[in-house]
């Protein structure tokens, strides 16, 4: 079960979406991660990482309608090629130039002429690469088109953003695998639980269609649903899916909604990935997980856990990407997140490492080369998880805050 050259990837933060303040975000400069990009995969490697997550940045890629430079992209490209670093290349984390209205025909025919231009340029390079087209449709539609807080803070219009973000999807596959039919794509969508807070039926039936919602983006890129769009099964070799502390909630989702690990209602991750196995039936990775502060050590160990027995129980778990690898500044307030294995670059490109994060994943690296061996599963989960508990409420506050302090 080798999909990638390690068991753990690590995923750099890429979003490029703007606020409703108009900066626009570009996590991959502000953690100076493109001028130490060569650095930070060697960093990486030290620790036993050899895959990764990256993105390309639309909005620097084709900052003038239909020409594209990729002179931002060069630098990343050569330094996975120089250092042998495995990527997984994400082309739309939530970002796009200004000129295009997302809710337009231009936005799929751009989008698609941008990534067969990216296929190209990466083709180039790497025999066969990895892409994700665009990195959780399920979460954005929400977000930009129901929930009013990421770009274009749209209202009730959650359905049309996902039919947007999938048919892009469709059109900007078949256009690569011209390109290249060697290609592997990625579909990373987050792995949700969501219960009805009050039992009625009306309730229940509403909890479950959220629930089940998290599976419809894939099903119609994957031809299971709405086939004139031309959704294919083959179009999605491996799905990732993105869990955080925070991916488990009541309906109708008020305050004081979220399930935390000690909650008998919670979901343990080994049964929801079970669950999105049974449903995708394809090859599973963890494409997103991670915690703020002293917990990380405690979450990754809970994480890997659940993972390990997933794999013991027959589905297939390709790997963990620790999201993100680097502590990044917060979206809309720029508060130091203690969220990664490495911290922020000094002027040399050096980065601190989290020692305790550190030991931790050299233990559970340990544990994934024994257990892809063929060794027995120990199922090492713990009762106590008041320290889980207390950081997703910690977690659930920061995001609260934040976007309160970003809408006004």
């Not at 750099?12 to 303040?21: K, P, Q």
Request: net charge negative; aromatic share 12%; charged share 25%.
């Amino acid at each position: 079960m080798r999909a990638f050259q390690s068991f753990f990837l690590g995923g750099f933060e890429c979003s490029t979406h703007r606020l409703r303040n108009g900066k626009r975000l570009d996590l991959v400069h502000s953690t100076r991660h493109d001028q130490f990009v060569a650095s930070d995969f060697r960093l990486l490697q030290r620790h036993g990482i050899f895959s990764a997550r990256e993105g390309l940045r639309w909005h620097l890629i084709e900052a003038q309608p239909n020409h594209f430079d990729f002179s931002s992209a060069h630098k990343i490209i050569d330094a996975a090629c120089e250092t042998g670093m495995q990527v997984i290349w994400d082309l739309w984390h939530y970002g796009w130039p200004d000129d295009i209205d997302i809710f337009s025909e231009e936005f799929i025919t751009r989008f698609t002429a941008f990534a067969r231009a990216a296929s190209e340029k990466l083709s180039e390079k790497i025999g066969a690469p990895l892409i994700c087209p665009i990195n959780e449709i399920s979460f954005f539609s929400w977000a930009g088109g129901d929930g009013g807080i990421f770009n274009p803070f749209a209202r009730n219009r959650g359905n049309e953003m996902k039919q947007q973000l999938v048919r892009a999807s469709i059109e900007s596959v078949k256009a690569m695998r011209q390109i290249n039919p060697r290609i592997k794509f990625f579909h990373v969508d987050p792995m949700i639980n969501v219960l009805a807070s009050d039992p009625t039926p009306e309730n229940v039936a509403a909890a479950n269609a959220y629930h089940c919602s998290q599976f419809e983006a894939y099903d119609v890129i994957a031809g299971r649903r709405s086939p004139e769009l031309g959704g294919q099964e083959d179009w999605i070799d491996v799905v990732g899916v993105n869990y955080y502390i925070h991916n488990q909630w009541t309906y109708p989702g008020e305050g004081g909604s979220m399930i935390v690990p000690s909650d008998p209602r919670y979901r343990h991750v080994r049964d929801l990935l079970q669950e999105s196995f049974e449903h995708y039936r394809k090859p599973l990775f963890i494409a997103e997980t991670g915690i703020e502060d002293e917990t990380r050590p405690a979450w990754l160990k809970y994480l890997c856990n659940e993972v390990f027995a997933a794999i013991a129980n027959g589905v297939p778990v390709y790997g963990v990407c620790m999201y993100p690898i680097v502590s990044h500044p917060g979206w809309e307030d720029d508060r130091h997140c203690y969220n990664g294995l490495f911290d922020y670059a000094d002027d040399r490109g050096r980065r601190e490492v989290f020692e305790p994060l550190a030991t931790e994943l050299a233990r559970q690296q340990r544990f994934a080369e024994a257990i892809l061996a063929g060794k027995r599963f120990i199922d090492r989960r713990e009762t106590d998880v008041s320290a889980l508990d207390w950081a997703a409420h910690v977690m659930e506050k920061r995001t609260d805050d934040s976007r309160t302090a970003e809408a006004a």
